[in-house]
């Protein structure tokens, strides 16, 4: 929810994470020991981190809904690395996110604060292709490492085949002790019922102690659903490369190649100045973003507790006046069995006034 008119927007918008190294010319993260050492000061193992306001000297210049649309079309293969110390802001009730990528239009909305609940949407028309994903992450931390669950459900619809896809997400895990390291770990089921087929997906990080296992690993299988009879077996690691073996044939083959996919990433630019929201991400944080990028703590953490105190006062106002918050961009329900879920109102994601330049 954010108060300010077009006539007063100003954006700040950074690089998305890449392979190359790049994005840290925008921003470079403070001493990691001492964030460490700041972060064991205020909490405790087994502490719940929904709603744990982080320092500013903790953040990156980007909220969470900037993080989740940079996974559908440009997050780079080491963004767990140079995520690892530091966090995107928390995204406020009825924030969003829009930009464009090519033909691909991305829209994100912070559809639920308590608890907080994401919802993507994203269609690129001439392909064909849509997105929908509804999810809420819970972190915990455990003394050593912090446990994000990633909850909801994601479909890939391929339109013009007249196929969807579901799918969940892996868990991250962040280890502080003894060695920091930061992967995606737990399994991953993609279904497809007009193809009778199956896959999953294990995410394997190293041991606890980071000492053993695979890093960045991902194994997997898929089959029919009917018979289980496996067609395919998949191996490799998801910042590098993954390979497909047709089990019939025994014929090896790669199918993802992380350096291909992201290489040549650029910051995103504003297109349409007018057609910026308030509720826009680059907007709502701007000015946070920009103290942080600058390293003036101070005005970091002024201006961040003005947006949450903003939250805050609408929340209020509402509550006073009797009023529930209506999400603009999706319908959103929730169910003991199936969890969160969101429908988006509209058939395809409109161009974006933010858009991603390619070489």
Known sequence: MSRRSKE????????????????????RAPNLIQRILSLFKNVRPGSDLTHFKLPPIFNLPKSHLQ???EQVFCTGTDVLTRLFGVAPYNPVLGETHHVSS???NVLLEQISHHPPVSALHATDEEHGIELIWCQQCVSKFNGASVDTEVRGKRQLKLLSRGETYEMNSPNLLIRFLPLPGVDWAGNVRVRCKETGLEAELRYGPKSFLGLRGSHRSVKGKIYETSTKRILFELNGHWDRKVTVKDNNSGKLRVIYNAEEVYSGLRTPVVKDLQGVEPTESVAVWSEVSEAIMSQNWEKAKEEKNAVEENQRLVSRE???????????HFSLSYSKEGGWECSPIQQWVPPAPIVVPHT
Do not use: Q, R
């Not at 509402?318 to 603009?328: H, N, Y």
């Open 318 to 328: 509402m509550g006073s006046e009797g009023k529930t918050w209506v999400p603009k």
């Open 8 to 27: 007063e927007i100003k954006v700040v918008l950074t690089k998305p994470f890449s392979i190359d190294g790049e994005s840290e010319a925008d921003y």
């Open 67 to 69: 993080c989740y649309g």
């Open 102 to 104: 090519g033909t691909l």
